[in-house]
Nanobody, 126 residues
Framework: QLQASGGGLVQAGGSLRLSCEASGRTNSYTMAWFRQAPGKERDFVASITSVSQSGTIIYYADSVKGRFTISRDNAKNAVYLQMNSLKPEDTAVYFC???????????????????WGQGTLVTVSS
């Protein structure tokens, strides 16, 4: 089970930090964030894969590169998304996802993940 939190209303240029914790007995090899704006498909935002005790592989969507930072805490089985310089077009419901099969490749498709959180709404006003 994944529990996401941290969404809210923020002005353009502001920041928010999303959190997501996984519970239950599963391997959280890759954790990711997706977002879904009203009337649109769920899109990849960022993913993070542990490759060693301290190493990670990170991918970002081009639209958030340089503004968003994904991180994880393996001890807590949690993933975070620090969102800076927010824009109105970042408004969406943000979902965390987990894949319990290890791999180094970029995984931007919804179908590539095994578990999903319930979503947290981020609204950026202009």
């Amino acid at each position: 089970q994944l529990q996401a939190s941290g969404g809210g209303l923020v002005q353009a240029g502001g920041s928010l930090r999303l959190s997501c914790e996984a519970s239950g007995r599963t391997n959280s090899y890759t954790m990711a964030w997706f977002r879904q704006a009203p009337g649109k498909e769920r899109d990849f935002v960022a993913s993070i894969t542990s490759v060693s005790q301290s190493g990670t592989i990170i991918y970002y969507a081009d639209s958030v590169k340089g503004r968003f930072t994904i991180s994880r805490d393996n001890a807590k089985n949690a993933v975070y998304l620090q969102m800076n310089s927010l824009k109105p077009e970042d408004t969406a419901v943000y979902f965390c996802a987990l894949r319990n099969v290890w791999g180094r490749e970029r995984l931007p498709k919804v179908s590539e993940y095994d578990y999903w959180g319930q979503g947290t709404l981020v609204t950026v006003s202009s």
